[in-house]
């Protein structure tokens, strides 16, 4: 008797807590209990926003602008903001590029360091190899073809596509379909069939 009253001394809180625990299953009352919960808990969070709405209004805003701004974008997105930063340079011819990529970043908003870091690489590295990127282009379009008749969309899409298969790795299929879907939202109507078939041509010959 002495050990059970010890035992039931020691553990009477785990005891009744296993008991009310049993009792609510058995009854199914725990659904009742949580609804109970849920709206007293409620009632409390409504009542605490009401007195401090203004408050609660600007950490909310804060919130979502933090988010907004701190998203991670993924790589088409930022693959498009890169497109769109090329075809400006490629018609304001700056003299200085780094410049003009801050400028960019910080006139859109871009806060993502992927996405900064991916369109630095991309415009710096286009430039650097613009020379064979462009012969590789134009030895691949018709023969009565010179690299100036494109229209400076298409040649942004088609440096940016090449520049990410043969300097990044990129798989050739994705950095096509990619390019292609630029033509499709930006360029004109010829320009989807126009970027596939040089992008499939250069892919081909070098496939070889």
């Given at each position: ?17 296993v ?16 609804a ?31 988010t907004?701004?701190g ?28 410049e ?49 008749r ?59």
């Amino acid at each position: 008797m002495d050990d059970f009253k010890s035992f039931w001394n020691n553990n009477q809180g785990t005891i009744i807590g296993v008991i009310v625990a049993v009792i609510l299953l058995i009854t199914k009352l725990h659904d009742l209990v949580i609804a109970l919960i849920l709206i007293i808990g409620c009632g409390f969070i409504g009542n605490y926003i009401y007195k401090n709405k203004t408050e609660v209004k600007d950490k909310l805003k804060k919130f979502i602008d933090v988010t907004k701004k701190g998203k991670i974008m993924d790589r088409s997105g930022a693959r498009e903001l890169a497109f769109k930063l090329l075809y400006s340079l490629e018609i304001q011819k700056p003299e200085n590029i780094e410049e003009q990529i801050e400028l960019y970043i910080e006139s859109n908003n871009i806060t993502s360091q992927n996405a900064k870091t991916y369109m630095e690489d991309v415009v710096n590295g286009i430039e650097k190899n613009k020379e064979q990127i462009d012969k590789l282009i134009e030895k691949n379009l018709k023969s009565d073809w010179k690299i100036e008749r494109i229209s400076k969309m298409d040649l942004s899409i088609l440096r940016l596509a090449i520049y990410e298969i043969n300097y990044k790795e990129l798989p050739y299929k994705v950095a096509i379909n990619e390019a292609v879907e630029l033509a499709k939202k930006y360029g004109e109507d010829t320009s989807k069939k126009f970027v596939n078939g040089v992008l499939a041509s250069i892919v081909k010959e070098e496939n070889k």
